[in-house]
C-alpha cells in the first residue's frame, strides 16, 4: 500500500524558509501528478503547488516567487521549498498524489495523502 510521509515543518520567523520533503513507500514513484496542500486552522484546504511526472509545475499565486515544488524520483521524493515564509503561510502542509490531471482547486480529486506536518510562521 502506498504511503506518503511528510516532514521537514517547524517554527521559523517571518522571512526564515524551510524544506519540507514527501516520502513516498509501498510502490514505484510514478504518480501522474504530486502537490502539495496547507490547511489552517479554520480555513478550507488549500492547493499550493502541484508538479508532474514530466516535471511541469503549477503554483498558487499566494506562493508565486516564494516556493519551489521539486521531485526526486530516484529517492521517491517530493519537496517543497519554502523562503520569504509570511504567518500567513502558518497551517499543516500536505502531500498528495493524483494519477489524474487534478487540479488545485480540487483537493479531493487527489487520492493519496499524506498525514501533514506543521509550519508555524512567528512576525
Known amino acids: 500500500q502506498e504511503q506518503l510521509v511528510e516532514s521537514g515543518g517547524g517554527s521559523v520567523q517571518s522571512g526564515g524558509s524551510l524544506r519540507l520533503s514527501c516520502v513516498v513507500s509501498g510502490y514505484t514513484y510514478s504518480r501522474y501528478r504530486m502537490a502539495w496542500f496547507r490547511q489552517a486552522p479554520g480555513k478550507e484546504r488549500e492547493g499550493v503547488a502541484h508538479i508532474d511526472n514530466d516535471g511541469f509545475r503549477n503554483y498558487a499565486d499566494s506562493v508565486k516567487d516564494r516556493f519551489t515544488i521539486s521531485q526526486d524520483k530516484g529517492k521517491n521524493t517530493l519537496y517543497l521549498h519554502m523562503a520569504s515564509l509570511k504567518p500567513e503561510d502558518t497551517a499543516m502542509y500536505y502531500c498528495?498524489?493524483?494519477?489524474?490531471?487534478?487540479?488545485?482547486?480540487?483537493?479531493?480529486?487527489?487520492?493519496?495523502w499524506g498525514q501533514g506536518t506543521q509550519v508555524s510562521v512567528s512576525s
Open positions: 498528495a498524489a493524483s494519477r489524474t490531471w487534478c487540479s488545485l482547486m480540487v483537493p479531493d480529486c487527489f487520492t493519496n
